[in-house]
């Protein structure tokens, strides 16, 4: 059985450590298993994540922005997230469409209409059948980002107005299609949040045969 999983949340929710936990637990429980990202998941996309991310970036324009991930999503979906979905695999995903949704919609007020129909384009209509929120105050996630260690990004620099407004797109997105999504309060430790996300994840899942 196919499964498209995506996980979305602000600068700091830990999204790419619970994909890492829940792709290592799916797989020791016998799924076939995807773990990608966005930008990037190819090597075109990875090229763009570059670009999308370096600091000295600072001047690029919202439009280049949802450009530049639509079209890292264009190349991921066809190289990676559609063939591993015809497998049968599930698919882990950490940012999709709704970040574009949120950071250039709702954070830099890009017409949310034009960027879903430049998504349609781009995906084919390709929407997740799950999609967890790892929420966490705008707050919490800078002071994690800084104290990580990593390299910060341009979206780093951005004021605390930008990231609380694509916090609450993420928010008002989540509460405006609840069949979709799942919020998980992402204040707590990484091994709670992925055990809940995982629980979340099992509930689209049969069981997997008892291996004699």
């Known amino acids: ?10 600068e700091g929710a830990g999204k790419s450590s619970v994909v890492r936990r829940l792709a290592a637990e799916l797989t020791a429980r016998g799924y076939a298993v995807v773990a990608t990202r966005e930008p990037g998941g190819t090597k075109i996309g990875e090229a ?12 690029m324009l919202p439009q280049t922005e949802a450009l530049l991930n639509t079209a890292a999503r264009a190349q991921h979906v066809a190289e990676v997230i559609r063939p591993a979905l015809a497998a ?3 698919v882990l995903c950490d940012r ?5 949704l949120a950071y250039q919609g709702a954070g830099r007020g890009l017409d ?7 998504q349609r384009f781009a995906t084919g209509g390709l929407w997740p059948d799950l999609t967890v929120l790892l929420d966490v105050p705008v707050e919490i996630g800078q002071a994690r980002r800084r104290a990580s260690g990593e390299p910060l990004s341009r979206f780093d620099a951005d004021a605390l107005g930008f990231h609380e407004r694509v916090r609450a797109g993420f ?5 405006s299609e609840p069949r979709r999504w799942r ?15 995982l629980a979340v994840v099992l509930e689209r ?4 045969p008892v291996r004699q």
Do not use: N, W
Not at 48 to 59: N, S, V
Not at 112 to 118: C, G, K, M, T, V
Not at 205 to 208: F, I, T, V
């Open 171 to 175: 928010l008002a997105a989540a509460r």
């Open 96 to 100: 999709y469409i709704d970040s574009t």
């Open 183 to 197: 919020i998980i309060d992402a204040t707590r430790g990484e091994e709670e949040v992925a055990q809940e996300a």
């Open 88 to 90: 049968g695999k599930i």
């Open 205 to 208: 899942l049969p069981p997997r």
């Open 112 to 118: 949310q209409e034009e960027l879903l129909q430049l």
């Open 1 to 10: 059985m196919s499964l498209f999983v995506t996980f979305e949340g602000p």
């Open 48 to 59: 763009i994540r570059q670009i999308l991310l370096a600091p000295d970036h600072c001047g």
